[in-house]
Nanobody, 120 residues
Framework: VQLQASGGGLVQPGGSLRLSCAAS????????MAWHRQGPGNQRDLVAS???????NYGDSVKGRVTISRDNAKNTISLQMDSLKPEDTAVYYC???????????????WGRGTQVTVSS
């Protein structure tokens, strides 16, 4: 299984950025897909998550500024981030709760992070 993230970069305060993540491999199903982030010296925190039924959950620090969406047919998620602040600077990680073909259980997988830097 591979989770491939894209879309990170440098953006000015108040700007917008869109992150995408695609899961690939011998996948039977995916329950939850999510974005987490980890800033320098900080723990990894939830940014947003979305279930296969479309139920979303957002971290308190980003509520109202980010929107997560999902394409179940393509096993992809996107994260639209607006009104970005310097404190949003972090490495953003895509994660998913995946059941592989032939397996009875769901397991958490993580992709490599993508750097988001908010600075003027």
């Amino acid at each position: 299984v591979q989770l491939q993230a894209s879309g990170g970069g440098l953006v000015q305060p108040g700007g917008s950025l869109r992150l995408s993540c695609a899961a690939s491999g011998d996948i039977f199903g995916i329950k939850v897909m999510a974005w987490h982030r980890q800033g320098p010296g900080n723990q990894r925190d939830l940014v947003a998550s979305i279930t296969d039924g479309g139920i979303t959950n957002y971290g308190d620090s980003v509520k109202g500024r980010v929107t997560i969406s999902r394409d179940n047919a393509k096993n992809t998620i996107s994260l639209q981030m607006d009104s970005l602040k310097p404190e949003d600077t972090a490495v953003y990680y895509c994660g998913a709760n995946i059941r592989l073909s032939g397996s009875p259980v769901y397991t958490n997988y993580w992709g490599r992070g993508t750097q988001v830097t908010v600075s003027s």
